[in-house]
Nanobody
Framework: VSLVESGGGEVQSGESLRLSCAISGVTVENSVIAWFRRAPGQEAEGISCISTVDGSTFYADSVKGRLTISINDAEETVYLQMSGLKPEDTATYYC?????????WGKGTLVTVSS
């Protein structure tokens, strides 16, 4: 099982980024795919997830209205479109896939937002 995040980088406050999570080795069918982030010195925070069962989504209050999660089933890739980025969004972003009681993690992609 492999989850590979990409799309991170350094941006200015107010700019946008789109993160990708390419999933292989496990089907995304009947799964929940989530994005977490961990800022330096802080606990990991779950910020968004999407269910492939019914397409329902969740966003943490800290990102609501600025992030959009989506999935391309054919490519088995999950995207996180981030707009209006703030310095406090600086963190390593991880995707995780949960299916049949198992959770799989990627290694993360770093997002740095400067003011």
């Amino acid at each position: 099982v492999s989850l590979v995040e990409s799309g991170g980088g350094e941006v200015q406050s107010g700019e946008s980024l789109r993160l990708s999570c390419a999933i292989s080795g496990v089907t995304v069918e009947n799964s929940v795919i989530a994005w977490f982030r961990r800022a330096p010195g802080q606990e990991a925070e779950g910020i968004s997830c999407i269910s492939t069962v019914d397409g329902s989504t969740f966003y943490a209050d800290s990102v609501k209205g600025r992030l959009t999660i989506s999935i391309n089933d054919a490519e088995e890739t999950v995207y996180l479109q981030m707009s209006g980025l703030k310095p406090e969004d600086t963190a390593t972003y991880y995707c995780a896939a949960e299916r049949d009681g198992m959770r799989y993690w990627g290694k993360g992609t770093l997002v740095t937002v400067s003011s």
